[in-house]
Each structure stands twice: as C-alpha cells, then as structure tokens.
C-alpha cells in the first residue's frame, strides 16, 4: 500500500491524476471528466446534484432521494439518534425500526440536515479586514468579520450561513445551507446486518454492510418538499461504470507542511491512539455490568473502534519513511521556487518556519489544551451543559462579532438543539466517562498541577464524578431552558454542583483557548494562507483544496484492485453476507435475514469499490452515475485509503459503497418496507 | 529532560562521565570512583556485594540482610506472591503480612531467588563454535554451545547456570547462581503503603512509598545460612553521600543501531503502548465487576499501568529529534572511523545494512510473532500451561543441544516451578484476558487469516475462550504433574480442550519462532557482535555493556536535581506522607499509618533520590554505602530515568529508594515486627 502512496504524493505537484481529488462544485474538472470518461456534467446537473445532497451537521453526509424530504444516509450516521430513540423495552438498535405509516415517524432529538443553496466567494472582504494584522489583532478580526458575514446571511433559522477557509485560507466563501432541525427516523435496519463483521471488518472489502437509515426531513410538521432529489438507478452500479461521489469529506491533511504532518505523527496520532486505545478497552469491558450499560454505550464503542482503526490507517501512513521523505521533497521543490523569486521569498519565504515554531508551541501546551479546554478532562453530556450555559450567560452579553465562534447569533440554533436536546442521560455511564477523564486530567496535568488541585481538592476522580453526577440537576430539559433564558444572573445564582465546577474551569480553558487562537491558530492560519498563495502563483489553481467538511464531488469508476498479487473484485452479493455468518457476533446475520433468506435474489449485487477519492465526513453520500441516479450508498473506504489523509493512491485507494439494488431487495423482501421502497423505487422511463 | 539526554548520548563515545555506567562486577572502574569520591571498593568488598545480592527470576533484584536468609525485596517485586497467598477472606495485599514466627512464614509458588556465585569468560568456546556460520547453521550452533556449557556447569536443581551474552554478543559469560526455590513471605506492608500516589506518583518525586517486602530463603525446611549479607547502616542515606546499586537492570538499548531505534519508535514501541492502554482501560473496567474480581486483577493492573508509563517514557525520549539525530551521528562517526580502515571495513563495514534489512524483516513477521508464538493471542495461565505441556513432550524427547532454550537441563527447576505452581487460578479473569487476546489475533492478524479461522472456526472469541476455560482441567495441578510425567503418548491422547488448542497453535507458532531466530536474530546477534568488536576496537574496552538482567554495580550520590528552575531537594520524611494524604486512593494512608502517626519520628527521612545509573530490573536492590551497608532500597527512577534507555542525564536522571530509617522506623512502631528488626537492626559498632 505505502509504496504506491509515495508515487501519488510525487505526482501531487504535476496534477491531475485520473479519478484524484475532492473538488468543489463551483470548480470542479468536468473536462478531464469528459476526457478521462466520454462524460462531461453540465452545469444544470452539477447544480442539480449540489441540491440534491445533504449534510448532517454532526458529522456525515446525505441525499434526497424522494420529493417528500426523504433522506438516505448511513445507519451509522444516525446510530446515536437510533439509541437515543430506544428504551430497555424497544431497542431499535438492535431489532431494526421501520415506520410504518407517516405518523410512526419519530423525531431524532439532536439531528440537524443542511443543504447547500449557495456559494459565494468572501475573500477580499476578509482579507481586507485582516489585512496588515498579526497575531491577536489578526485573530480577532478574522473572527469579527466572519460572524459579521454569516449574521447578515443568517437572516432566519432556517439559514444556516458558515464562511469557509479553503486552501487553508487562500479562498474564504460563504456557504448558506438550509436547515432542517426536524429531522424523523423513517427506516434502519439491525446494527447486526449494518455494521456485519463489526470492527474486524470495518475498513475492510469484500464486505456484506447494510450500511443504510433513511430519515425525513420536516418543515412546519410537514415532510418538506424537496424539489431537487436523486432518482434511483435501475440497476446500479456496474463493474466499470463511471461514478460520482458527492458529500462531504471531513478533512485531508495533503497541503500541510512538514512540520505540522511530523507534530500530527509525533505528538497527535499517538497520545490519540493511546487514549483512544484505553477508552476502547474501558468501554468493551462495560458491557459487562449489564445489557442496558451495553446498549447505552454502543454507539459510543462504535465510534471509538471507529476512529481508532482510522487513526491508525493514519499514523502508519505517516510512519512510512518514503511517504515521508516524499513529503519533505515536494516541500523543498516549492520552498526552492519560493526563493528563486525575489518578490515570492519576501513574501512567502518565512512561512514554513513560522509554521514549524507554532507547532512547538502547540506541543508545550498540547496537554492543558486538550484536557481543559478541549473536553478530553470532563467527558460528561452533563459537563458539557454546564459548559454551554456557563459561557453562554458571558457570550449572548456581547455584541455578535467579539463572541466566541459558536455563540455567534449563526451558530445559536445548532447551539439551542443540542442544550435543549431530549435525548435520554444515562447517569452510570456519565459516571464511568466523567471519572476515566477525570483521571486521564491529573495523569496528563499531574496530581501537584494547580488546575488539578483545584478541581479534585480531596477528592478522588471516582468520588468526584459521582458526586457530580448524583448531585446536578442538569439532565432536566426545563431547568436548562430556565437557566439559559435566566442569563448570567441565573447562571451566577446558581449553586448546582456541575455548574460550579464549569464556572472554576472556565478561566484557565478560556485563557488556553485564547493562548491557542490567538498565537497558535493565528500564526498558522496567516502562514498557511501564504503557502497556499505560494502554491497558487506557482502551480496555479488546477488543484483541489484539502478537504473541511464542506460539499465535494469527486469522480472515479467502479473497480476492484490488487493486493499481494491478488485481484479484488468490486462487487459481492447479498448471498456472500450469509457465507460469512458464522452465527456469532459480529458474524451473526439477523434471524429477520436468515428466516428471510429464501426469499432474496442471493446474486444481488451487496456492496461494491469504487477509485472515488473520499474521506471520513463521506460516509452517506450517494454514489450516482452520468445520470445522476443513485446506484449506491457510501458508507466506508478500504484500509489503504486511510492513508488518503495525505495523498491519493489510485492504485489501491477505494472507496466502499452499499449497492443500490441490494437497498430495495432487502427494503422490499426483509423489512416489508413497501411505503418507502415505492417512494424511491425507479419509475419506467 | 531531553535537552540534557542529548549531551549524554554525544559524549558516550568519549566517556566515561560521572556517575554513568551499569557496570559487571568483573570490570567495575573501582579507580573512576576512587578519583570522583575518594573511595576504591576493594576486590572483597566487590566480592562480598556481589554474593549480599539477589536476584528474582521473573524479573527483579534484592539482597540479602541477615545470617538467615532473610532478603530485602520491594512489595511490587513480591506483589504476585502476595495476591497468590491471598483469598477473599484474608487479602495480604491490602491488609499486609507479617510473619509473628518463623513457622508463620509462607511459601511463595512461584519466585525464585538466584545467588550469582560464578563468572566465567566462555566466549572463546561459544565463537569456535559459531565460527564461519551463518543463519540458521549460526543459529542452531550458538543455541546448542550455550546449552552444552549450561548443562555442565548446572549439576544439580540448587544451581542455575546461565551463558549471558554481554556487548551485543561482544563477550560470552557463565553466570553461575545459587538458585533458590523455597522462598516464602515475611513481610509485606499494605499495597496502600507500598504504592502510596499509585500510578499518578509513579516514575515521579518527591515520594513517600514503603515499597518493601522481606522474604526468607529455605534449604531443606530450614532458613539458609547466608554468610554473605550487607548489614544495616545506622543512620542510613545524607545528602551528598557515595552511594552504590547493586541489582539487575533489566535491559538498555544504548548501544544499538540507528535502524533499531527506529524499530522501537515506529513500530515495537507504539504498539505495545497501544496494547497497554487498551489492557489498561479494560483492567480499570474489570474492577466494577465485583471486591473479589478487582483483587484478583490488581497485580496485573500495576504491571500493566507500571510498564505503559516507562515505555511512554521511553517512546517519548526516541521522538525527541535532538536525542535521535545525536544516535544517528554517533554511528555515522563509528561507521566512518570503521570505513576508513580497510581490515575493520571489510570485517564491520557491512554490519549496520544487515541490521536494517532485519528489522525490516521483523517488521513483517512482528504482528503473527507477537500473536501466535510470544502469546499475546492466548493470554492466559491456563494456556500457558497447556503450551509447555505440549511442548514438553516434544522437547525432552529430543538431546540437550537440540532443544528449545527453555527446555534445556538447565532450565528444567524454573520452568517446573511455574508449570507445578500451586497459585490459585481465577477462571473469570483468565476468561476475560483470553476473550480480550483473542480479539486482538483476530484484529492484527485478520478475520480472514488461516489461522485465524483454524482457531476460531465458528466462535467468537469470547464464546471460545468461556468453552476453553470453562473445559480445561489443568487448573488441578496433579493432573499437570501426570500430564508432564506421561510425555509425549500422555499429551497425544489428551482431549482436553486447550491442550487440544495448544497443539493446534504449534506447528505455526514455532514455525514463526524458527524463522525469527533463524533468520532476524541470528543476523542481528552476528553483526551486532561485528559492531562490538569494532567499538571496542575503536573505543577501546572502558565502556560498560547494555542491561541485560544480569548483576551490575552502579555508583552515584545522594542528590536532587532542578527542574524548570526548581529544586527539587533529595530527601522526604514521613511526616511528608501524612501531609500528602487526601483519604482517596490513591492518596489514602492506610489505618493503621493514621492511627500510628503519633508514635513516629515524622522528620524520620522517608524516600530519597540518587544519580545512580539504574533501570526497570533494579527494583529491589539495595543501595549500600562505602562501607557496604544498606541505607535504603531502589524501588523507582524519575520520570526523566526513563530516557535512560537510550543514555544517561547525569544532571537529570535519578534513581528512587526507600530509606533505610523510614523501613526500621515504621516496621518497628507501625508493623510491630520486632523479629525481623531485631535481626537486621544495625549491631553497636
């Protein structure tokens, strides 16, 4: 895998390698489409499927796949609602949810769903603003001016307006998505048949996933008519079959300089792996006091394996000494470039270093950052309200530009649906998390650390956090609203336990958050605007920016690859989930599956490869053809596009996608999922 | 901290600096110390303070303090035996131990005491006999000279003999040992006591930990004659005073190649790390099953927190770039000094490439190595036993010569001690380590691995392992008496489910054992005695060699040192444990300290800091002054020893010992032994 990584990292500079890169819609490279493909998408359809896809703002991507607000997304994606929405009694996690009837519709409490209606570019504006500025001056005004940008935008809650960096700075755009805050579960099946092999296999292919939920989006207690919508392939996806991938990739690492990749293999990716790692052992282990604790904690166990595995993928990428020493050349040949000019050295010559002196900063107070100000010292749902409240009572008294990001009037609606979220708290495990993070806080701090001393006082991490837990009244939706609403005097009168001890945190986090932004994020963000003027003068625009989850559509086939001299093919079938099932977890098919067998088109084409260059962030993007009809579902990608954080292997690189026929096969003969199934289901043409 | 390392590693090819070195007895630079301190240890004195040392097998130091037996070890040393003798309604580790008579003294099941009587020079015998080999013929020769010469010096089970390989395979030694089976338990404080701060004050100082246990050495029902013991310094450790360690520093890596270093940084150190921290995460977890569950498993947790925090030490001080660039110059300058010599060119000049091309085979070999042969996929007594049962029958049946080394004649004692052990097994913790390991083969080696699926076949990990544990009768330790007895027809009829498991896992696990030895480390172990000879050559033979678990003199002060301006004095009182008391673990005191705190001298010094060079295998030895008295015991080093892997920080790095006031002190007033302190207490001189 690695070796061939390095090919791709050489190349970057040359571009445009066939089926490579994330690209944005308002540039994306319908020509080289067109050359590679015989396929040239004209602006009415890019504008078309631009519409058509969905973000969820927690983190994946979606489509509309009907004109009722039907949207199709991952069942991991909306795992957390799903166990949400469960009881002791009624586990949809486990035995599948399928609404009947409109009404069965239930409403995720903490989903919100965006659609991109509109770019613009913002760039001169910001750079004017910033202009001349360094340091703390620079970062104010780059905050001022994008709040004051998205609050113009934002002119109702329905919008959702977010300025965006892309080329780590070299474009600022505005994006303005509609929102969806009523957001319904439709369908999902047993996470046994969406998450089948489970971790073992998670990053693997072949691979037998019914990676699948459907929700629905609602407007005024209506399903939203939705206009612009994916219709659905015939087929689907066919071996060699041209495909685009639109969403919303979370974040690439392929501009970054040497010395922010050395800090992300040296200092991030192992003290993550680590804690990820302990965290994992911790919560495997939980299970064991009881199936409502295993209920309560697996969506978080998924996503902690979840991230792990692709961490990992990650740091052995960057662990690959050609793949590094690629990295470091590549950054000589531009640095050289940079010096020949006079003008350029001037200008962008003392970038890299400046870069390289952050990330030594960053180190010393890595630590303090994450555990305090970052959450990795308070994990606790309960914490984070308290957080939320204390800081809103100081940031609403502000004018919209001075605040912090997320208590912009823009960003307040998000804000409000997770405070106000009726999701269900689980006590013991808030005091589980609460106390492992408690105790990771005085490991990393160190038991003499003043913060320290001042949090735990006499108390250990244990009896700490159930004290805590026990004590506040915070999982009580009303008291939230009443202390929101009640402003700092609520806030300041308030004696609750994990109030208090959010209003002790906040000045030493607040104080690191600013020491980050302020000398840290600044001083990157301005040099890494440079590099990629540098990289734009230089190599011109025919590159893609690194991913920041926003939409991108990428393009590739569908095709299998070699490993160890040995083919892979693209596709499998539904009959290759039930060779697999062993019968045990997580090789356990649903008795629904096994009673149901008999009844399936065992060739039905199950999940299938495709060369299309996607990251975590992409997981519930449709896979669409020429004819912008969905032939499949992105739930994963293979072990060897881990390593796409840093660049693009299009030898190995694949993408993995649930088959569009095997969604309506299983919808139709398992789920008796009829209503929806004719909702979606290809219509003659 | 790692600044500092920095010189040290630049300045070893010149040597030798202060107060470094891990010294054999055999070459101890007696007039080093006598121009740095004033003082020349005599060969008596060299003499008698080899044979007033111990060493424990599984992996620590002591020594001898009385005429009868009586050996001064830490509680984590003996923490295993302590939790073995323990049950649900006496548990010594949390309680203590102390033997009121002698009668009251308990056997241990599984330590071994070791008494180094002999050391005698063999490497001429062992490089006759590898002599113009290669490989697997270097290999096989090697293994059947060392056995050959262990067998005849290992005349009866009261003797150990052990060919110790020293520089890398430079020197060939015969250690011959007095070995001890019949060890049994005098005293043990509290595990509250012992490891007073727990895992946050680990590897850190100032500290206020009683880490001590006193064990007795039998022959014949009888306690030893030991002629040879240290007697007790009246007043114990002052600052500044000349101190030496006499122990076994379990291993250093100081002098190896660049190519291995980057071995441990990017591959062995990172995994374990990660391994650790998930076991870590899932032992934490384990706790809440239940009082008796969280007994059972303290010993392991302390292991596993103990060697997470000195590997992520160690880890940390590989990804400083100034330490490592210092290694990668210190061996392009031996490298060179080798090139520009033709005899020593073409004898060493290609060692270090052989080394590389190892490790980058080890690296392809590591994960199934690790899993199937050195057991991280079956960890579990129960296994292990099954494991030496099968290979026993296979192994004894063969010549001395050919057998696997721990097969050997010589190693028969020890390896029956552990086989026969009467240690109580808990077969939900077994369940629970081998489900867990289990996992872990599947994830690194595959779902769809061969020998994945032989082992698993339709289970799941934690189905197989509750059937294998729940199955197996080699928990009854007669039956593995009848089973080792009957040999290979015994073993072969067998159906017990995890003998059955154990000889399915063995043709592949010694097949990876075969292909380790054979081709890595042979390859290693030729060319690193290759770059030995051509360091001694070079830099003559004034230099020490890395730790490899066998007897070494160290020699220092008693000092603190300063950190981010600070000083850090070397001594703490008693006094400083009752401040540092908060009643929670693991800052809570045990009863008995609180209430016995009135009738202690609190200004009595507690735990003291030493430059002694030291290293994990150095927990229990004493620290003895000129006058070869003890005047406390090492049970730790600072956070910044940890680099002392790689080299030594004579500023920084520092050893940690109980003092030898506070141990008379407390088991005087606190523990009541009157007998034990009558028989070390320091005699009127």
Chains 1, 2 share one sequence.
């Not at 009726?422 to 808030?430: H, K, Q, S």
């Not at 005091?431 to 650390?449: C, F, M, N, Q, V």
């Not at 096969?665 to 999922?673: H, I, N, R, S, W």
Request: net charge neutral.
């Amino acid at each position: 895998m690695r070796l061939s990584i390095v090919c791709a990292v050489l190349m970057q500079s040359t571009l445009s390698l066939a089926d490579e890169g994330m690209w944005t819609y308002n540039s994306f490279p319908a020509a080289t489409v067109e050359k590679l493909y015989g396929f040239k998408p004209s602006q009415a359809w890019l504008d078309d499927a631009r519409l058509a896809t969905v973000r969820l703002a927690q983190g994946c991507s979606g489509s509309f796949v009907s004109g009722q607000g039907l949207v199709m997304t991952n069942h991991h994606c909306a795992h957390h609602c799903i166990e949400q929405l469960s009881s002791a009694k009624k586990d949809y996690v486990a035995q599948g949810f399928y609404a009947k009837t409109e009404k069965d519709e239930v409403k995720c409490p903490e989903l919100e769903i965006n659609q991109l209606v509109e770019i613009s570019d913002v760039t001169a504006r910001v750079k004017e603003a910033t202009a001349g500025k360094s340091d703390q001056a620079y970062s104010d005004a780059l905050k001022a001016v994008m709040a004051t940008i998205e609050k113009e935008c934002a002119t109702g809650d329905e919008l959702r307006c977010d300025v965006v960096s892309l080329y780590h700075g070299g474009l600022y755009q505005l994006y303005k998505y509609r929102r969806y805050q009523d957001v319904r579960l439709v369908f999902a099946p047993e996470f046994a048949s969406a998450f089948f092999g489970g971790d073992p296999d998670n990053f693997m292919f072949p691979r037998y996933d019914l990676d699948i939920s459907l929700l629905r989006v609602y407007e005024q207690g209506k399903p939203a008519a939705t206009t612009h919508h994916f219709s659905w392939s015939k087929e689907g996806a066919k071996p060699g079959e041209l495909t685009f991938v639109s969403g919303h990739p979370g974040g690439t690492s392929r501009e970054l300089t040497v010395a922010q990749l050395e800090y992300q293999r040296d200092v991030m990716l192992p003290r993550q792996l680590i804690k990820l790692a302990e965290l994992r052992g911790l919560l495997h282990e939980y299970r064991h006091r009881g199936p409502e604790q295993a209920r309560h904690s697996k969506a978080m166990l998924f996503m902690v394996e979840n991230s792990f595995k692709a961490l990992r993928g990650m740091h052995e990428a960057l662990l690959d000494k050609e793949l590094f020493l690629a990295k470091v050349k590549a950054e000589a040949e531009l640095k050289k470039k940079v010096d020949a000019d006079a003008t350029k050295k001037k200008l962008y010559g003392g970038a890299w270093a400046v870069i390289e002196h952050a990330q030594a900063e960053l180190k010393k107070i890595r630590e303090p950052l994450v555990f305090i100000e970052e959450g990795d010292g308070f994990k606790s749902e309960l914490f984070q309200f308290a957080r939320t409240l204390v800081r809103a009572a100081d940031e609403l008294a502000k004018p919209n530009d001075k605040r912090l990001r997320e208590f912009g009037d823009a960003a307040l609606p998000e804000l409000k649906q997770s405070l106000f979220s009726t999701a269900p708290i689980f006590p013991e495990l808030e005091i589980a998390k609460l106390s492992w993070s408690l105790t990771k806080l005085r490991e990393h701090l160190g038991p003499d650390d003043p913060f320290v001393r001042q949090v735990l006082g006499k108390e250990s991490p244990e009896s700490l956090a159930a004290s805590l837990v026990k004590g506040t009244k915070l999982a009580n939706v009303k008291l939230r609203h009443r202390l929101f609403d009640g402003g700092k005097a609520a806030i300041d009168a308030a004696t609750d336990p994990m109030l208090k001890l959010a209003r002790l945190v906040d000045p030493t986090a607040r104080a690191l958050r600013s020491k980050f932004e302020d000398e840290i994020e600044a001083a990157v963000n301005k040099n890494s605007e440079a590099i990629a003027k540098a990289r734009f003068e230089i190599l011109g625009t025919s590159v893609y920016p690194d991913a920041t989850f926003t939409l991108r559509l990428s393009f590739g086939k569908v095709e299998g690859w070699e490993e160890n001299g040995r083919k892979i093919e693209p596709l499998t079938t539904l009959g290759g989930a039930f060779e697999r099932h062993t019968g045990k977890d997580p090789f356990a098919l649903p008795k629904r599956w096994l009673d149901g067998k008999h009844t399936l088109d065992l060739e039905t084409p199950f999940n299938f490869a495709t060369t299309n260059d996607i990251v975590g962030g992409n997981s519930g993007s449709p896979v669409i053809n020429k004819d912008a009809q969905v032939v499949g579902l992105i739930f994963d990608g293979n072990i060897q596009s881990l390593g796409g954080e840093y660049g693009f292997d299009a030898k190995v690189n694949r993408a993995v996608a649930v088959h569009s026929a095997a969604i309506l096969e299983t919808l139709d003969k398992l789920y008796g999922a009829k209503r929806v199934v004719d909702e979606i289901r290809p219509l003659p043409r």
